[in-house]
């Protein structure tokens, strides 16, 4: 159940039309960007979420067509924005961030966002951006363009071109094998013996060091460079086994 300061618009009053949930920290912003929408015929505000908390919930209860979510509400996580689409694959997701930079963007947009804008973005180009990502269209500029282009370049050549291998833990490579058996981070924790959060985080250092952005490109790049093959000559089972007693001879 949503908390008292999310602000909930009346379905049954207005035409559906492009039902927007913004969620953002301030509440400020979130008075003036439904001021903005108000008088437009074709978008309606059909929430207000303060917190990712309260996002979910609100996905949950109210059919969304498009989210503007600040990008300070998912800073610092790894898993925010795949876990909203699962949430509301129908939702398409904007983020608003303060300033732009080619690692955030490049991110963002391989995780499933449809547009990331500047918090600064005029009302008109804002309205501009809703609908068109509404119609299932992408919004990126050509600074955007640019970086999305390179990361996939430099994607390409990580996953077809030999180099020296970066340097990785036996928990990482431990946490490498299971990953490319399919395990869910459930399981890769209760076998490890350790947290989901724990193995998440371990995955994001794998991915920053191998040049990957996901289990699929990760499953990819220790196929072709032969990762655990090479390694399993050097390395030992993180939590090996007991050796049995011998039985005793008769």
């Known amino acids: 159940m949503l908390n008292s300061q999310d602000e909930i618009e009346d379905e049954a009053s207005t035409p559906v039309g492009i039902r927007v949930i913004l969620a953002d920290s301030q509440a400020i912003y979130r008075v003036g960007m439904r001021k903005v929408f108000a008088i437009e015929d074709d978008i309606r505000v059909v929430a207000q979420a303060e917190s990712l908390a309260n996002l979910h919930a609100a996905l949950l209860r109210y059919p969304t067509d498009v989210v503007l979510l ?20 129908d939702a398409k997701l904007i983020v608003q961030v303060v300033e732009t930079d080619e690692s955030n963007t490049v991110d963002l947009y391989r995780r499933g966002v449809r547009g990331v804008v500047p918090r600064s973005i005029t009302p008109d180009l804002l309205i501009k951006c809703v609908r068109k990502i509404a119609a299932g269209e992408t919004w990126i500029d050509n600074q955007s363009i640019s970086w999305v282009i390179d990361a996939y370049r430099s994607q390409a050549t990580t996953l077809t071109s030999p180099r020296v291998q970066p340097k990785l833990s036996k928990k990482e490579l431990a946490i490498i094998s299971c990953i490319t058996r399919g395990m869910r981070n459930k399981e890769i924790a209760y076998q ?5 959060q724990v193995i998440k985080n371990y995955l994001r250092k794998v991915y920053d060091k191998l040049g990957v ?16 093959k ?4 050097d390395t030992e ?14």
Request: glycine share 6%; with cysteine; hydrophobic share 40%.
């Open 70 to 89: 600040e990008g300070q509400l998912i800073a610092g996580t790894t898993d925010a924005i795949p876990d909203l689409v699962r949430a509301a694959p």
């Open 192 to 196: 490890i013996g350790t947290t989901e």
């Open 237 to 250: 089972p993180l939590n090996p086994a007991p050796a049995l007693p011998l039985r005793p001879k008769i």
């Open 213 to 228: 952005s996901d289990r699929l490109e990760l499953a990819l790049y220790c196929l072709h460079h032969q990762l655990l």
């Open 230 to 233: 090479k390694y399993s000559m």
